[in-house]
């Protein structure tokens, strides 16, 4: 099944475009790393995916629907910039953060047990049980990040989308972060990944979309490592350096 499908997407800011004739699909099950550099339209072209921007030109699909009527939004899980790199004033704990995942199914009924379950389920997948009754905004960043990804799943998303998810996040935590990521696409979650990290992309990521405006690379990783989409897309600095666990 095809999860998201564009086709020739194009958007700008004003005149300057941003995304610029991209088609390209991702499949059920796909762990696509989107890589470009700085202001190359990494967050824009997700934006665009999700529905959360609307493209000038092309077409996008969502779980085979238009991105522009679909409604299922429980279905994705998307964890922004800004998700994780503060918890901002309100004075939520954790439990409450995840517990919003369930709310799109209990509609406007009380959560039964099996709601309250699935937030228990969620917090202990992403290993931040004990930290249910912590205020969200007292938690270091990668803690925070988990608790949105909880959420995610909680709400019993099929396509967790992630933009720079660990920015300030320490290197172990942030190992630990990648190896949730993968069991999580190995139980058969999509993810969609934009993380300025190459090397991370290259050793994690199934599939590799490389972005700058123009879409130079979509296939998978070892197609992506021996082609020249890095140089077109970076210039000559770009380089992939593996990180090995």
């Known amino acids: 099944m095809t999860v998201v499908d564009l086709e020739n997407v194009t958007f700008a800011y004003g005149e300057?475009?941003?995304?610029?004739?991209?088609s390209l699909t991702v499949a059920e099950g796909d762990f696509l790393?989107?890589?470009g550099p700085n202001g190359s339209g990494k967050t824009t072209l997700l934006q665009l995916m999700l529905g959360l921007r609307s493209p000038d030109s092309g077409s996008i699909e969502l779980f085979g629907e238009p991105v522009s009527s679909f409604e299922d939004g429980e279905r994705i899980g998307y964890v922004s910039q800004q998700a994780t790199s503060g918890g901002g004033?309100?004075?939520v704990t954790v439990r409450e953060v995840v517990t919003m995942g369930r709310f799109a199914h209990a509609g406007h009924g009380r959560l039964t047990n099996t709601d309250h379950a699935a937030v228990d389920d969620a917090l202990e997948t992403?290993?931040?049980?004990?930290?249910?009754?912590?205020?969200?905004?007292?938690?270091?960043?990668?803690?925070?990040?988990?608790?949105?990804?909880a959420r995610a799943l909680a709400s019993e998303a099929d396509l967790l989308a992630l933009d720079?998810?660990?920015v300030g996040v320490d290197a172990e935590s942030r190992d630990a972060f990648y190896q949730l990521l993968e069991s999580l696409n190995a139980d058969g979650i999509t993810i969609i990944l934009i993380e300025?990290?190459?090397?991370?992309?290259t050793d994690r990521a199934s599939r590799i979309a490389c972005i700058n405006t123009d879409?130079?690379?979509h296939g998978d990783t070892e197609s992506f490592v021996e082609s020249d989409?890095?140089?077109?897309?970076?210039?000559?600095?770009?380089?992939?350096?593996?990180?090995?666990?």
């Open 16 to 22: 300057q475009p941003a995304v610029r004739d991209v």
């Open 33 to 35: 790393g989107l890589i």
């Open 89 to 91: 004033s309100m004075p």
């Open 126 to 149: 992403v290993g931040i049980t004990d930290l249910a009754d912590r205020q969200i905004n007292a938690l270091s960043g990668g803690q925070r990040q988990r608790a949105y990804i």
């Open 164 to 166: 720079e998810p660990t």
């Open 196 to 201: 300025h990290d190459i090397g991370v992309v």
């Open 215 to 217: 879409l130079y690379h």
């Open 229 to 245: 989409a890095l140089t077109e897309a970076y210039g000559a600095s770009g380089q992939v350096v593996h990180h090995h666990h």
